[in-house]
Nanobody, 116 residues
Framework: QVQLVESGGGLVQPGRSLRLSCVVS????????MAWVRQAPGTGLEWVSG????????KYADSVKGRFTISKDNAKNTVYLHMIGLKPEDSAVYHC?????????RGQGTLVIVSS
């Protein structure tokens, strides 16, 4: 059974940092590209970042480039998203998903609220 469980979200002030984690079960992330997507209230899903199966290639949306870093630990079957310089417009539910474009199964998400 495929399961993705995100954690690490919370309420933070603008400019602060968070690291999101996504523990995957049911398939090996060492064999798949993975992604993070997000959804703000009242909007559709937005692709944020993707990483290749071996971690050698990463891609970012222009809105987060230079502030977010995606990584993976294949031994722990876990994907991470390190976010620095958070802005109010980064507030959303963040999901990790199978496939680099985020089109595969995804978890329930973790809520990030950036507010002073």
């Amino acid at each position: 059974q495929v399961q993705l469980v995100e954690s690490g979200g919370g309420l933070v002030q603008p400019g602060r940092s968070l690291r999101l984690s996504c523990v995957v079960s049911g398939f090996l992330i060492s064999r798949y590209d993975m992604a993070w997507v997000r959804q703000a209230p009242g909007t559709g899903l937005e692709w944020v970042s993707g990483i290749s199966f071996d971690g050698s290639t990463t891609k970012y949306a222009d809105s987060v480039k230079g502030r977010f870093t995606i990584s993976k630990d294949n031994a722990k079957n876990t994907v991470y998203l390190h976010m620095i310089g958070l802005k109010p417009e980064d507030s959303a539910v963040y999901h990790c998903a199978q496939y680099r474009d985020g089109s595969g199964p995804r978890g329930q998400g973790t809520l990030v609220i950036v507010s002073s």
